[in-house]
């Protein structure tokens, strides 16, 4: 095998490295699988580490996608939850494909600092409860969306604004995870499409992404035994601690 294929399926020829993004892949999609949430706060923490933050934002694409497409495909009810949740889903959708065509134009402390903000607002919101007064209808929901498109285009994370509006509305449980899985996945497709015409996503990237992917899967299936035999709320509290110091990391070096 020739140096050109090598490079084309390897993140990088270092078989360290690449095993240490497997192992990256591989966690996240053990938090994915256990939680429900938390893919790309998990990759994100751990790949900006090693590799630049556009980069690592291009490579979680394919992983993203597919395990939501898992996710949603298993909830019972499919239908009424795209219908209960479409006006959260469009403007979600379109405010992340406008934020994301413009991503090699933004600095990159200001994508460093959008990671880690959005990893301390979501580890917080999930560990403290942090509600805000949400009502029906669908400005609420526009809004919402809104914010995590944008947020989502500027760092590959827009869960924090989709749990808080899940939490603040009492969503019971299994919702929750159709709900969650509808969003995400509604998000997918424009962040693809706008890392395609910014040029961050190539055959070259796909191939990458695929490798994190395999992994993921692998990740995502140990999550879903993980949850029916260990504590939820004690792995739960353990993954949301560390995603505060790692988003608290982030922030401190886009600022310095």
């Given at each position: 095998?020739?140096?050109?294929?090598?490079?084309?399926?390897?993140?990088?020829l270092?078989?360290?490295?690449?095993?240490?993004?497997?192992?990256?892949?591989?966690?996240?999609?053990?938090?994915?699988?256990?939680?429900?949430?938390?893919?790309?706060?998990?990759?994100?923490?751990?790949?900006?580490?090693?590799i630049?933050?556009?980069?690592?934002?291009?490579?979680l694409?394919?992983?993203?996608?597919?395990?939501?497409?898992?996710?949603?495909?298993?909830?019972?009810?499919?239908?009424?939850?795209?219908?209960?949740?479409?006006?959260?889903?469009?403007?979600?959708?379109a405010?992340?494909?406008?934020?994301?065509?413009?991503?090699n134009?933004?600095?990159?402390?200001?994508?460093?600092?959008?990671?880690?903000?959005?990893m301390?607002?979501?580890?917080?919101?999930?560990?403290?409860?942090?509600?805000?007064?949400?009502?029906?209808?669908?400005?609420?929901?526009?809004?919402?969306?809104?914010?995590?498109?944008?947020?989502?285009?500027?760092?590959?994370?827009?869960?924090?604004?989709?749990?808080?509006?899940?939490?603040?509305?009492?969503?019971?449980?299994?919702q929750?995870?159709?709900?969650?899985?509808?969003?995400?996945?509604?998000?997918?497709?424009?962040?693809?499409?706008?890392?395609?015409?910014?040029?961050?996503?190539?055959?070259?990237?796909?191939?990458?992404?695929?490798?994190?992917?395999?992994?993921?899967?692998?990740?995502?299936?140990?999550?879903e035994?993980?949850?029916?035999?260990?504590?939820?709320?004690?792995?739960?509290?353990?993954?949301?601690?560390?995603?505060?110091?790692?988003?608290?990391?982030?922030?401190?070096?886009?600022?310095?």
């Amino acid at each position: 095998m020739n140096g050109m294929t090598l490079t084309a399926l390897l993140p990088s020829l270092d078989p360290i490295l690449v095993s240490v993004i497997c192992g990256i892949f591989l966690f996240a999609g053990v938090v994915k699988g256990f939680l429900g949430i938390g893919l790309p706060a998990a990759a994100m923490g751990l790949l900006t580490l090693i590799i630049p933050p556009t980069e690592a934002i291009s490579l979680l694409w394919l992983p993203i996608l597919f395990t939501n497409i898992f996710q949603f495909g298993r909830a019972p009810d499919r239908r009424s939850i795209a219908t209960s949740y479409v006006w959260f889903a469009v403007p979600l959708a379109a405010s992340i494909f406008i934020t994301s065509l413009f991503i090699n134009d933004y600095p990159t402390a200001l994508l460093t600092i959008a990671i880690g903000a959005a990893m301390v607002i979501f580890s917080l919101n999930l560990l403290f409860g942090m509600t805000v007064p949400i009502g029906p209808g669908p400005v609420w929901q526009g809004a919402f969306g809104v914010v995590a498109g944008v947020l989502g285009g500027l760092s590959s994370i827009w869960s924090p604004p989709v749990a808080m509006y899940l939490i603040a509305r009492d969503t019971p449980k299994e919702q929750f995870i159709g709900a969650a899985g509808f969003l995400f996945l509604a998000g997918c497709f424009p962040l693809g499409i706008g890392l395609v015409m910014s040029g961050l996503i190539t055959w070259t990237v796909i191939v990458k992404s695929t490798l994190g992917l395999i992994a993921t899967l692998v990740g995502f299936r140990i999550g879903e035994i993980l949850r029916e035999r260990v504590s939820q709320q004690r792995f739960r509290q353990v993954v949301l601690i560390a995603f505060l110091l790692m988003g608290l990391r982030l922030i401190a070096v886009g600022v310095l």
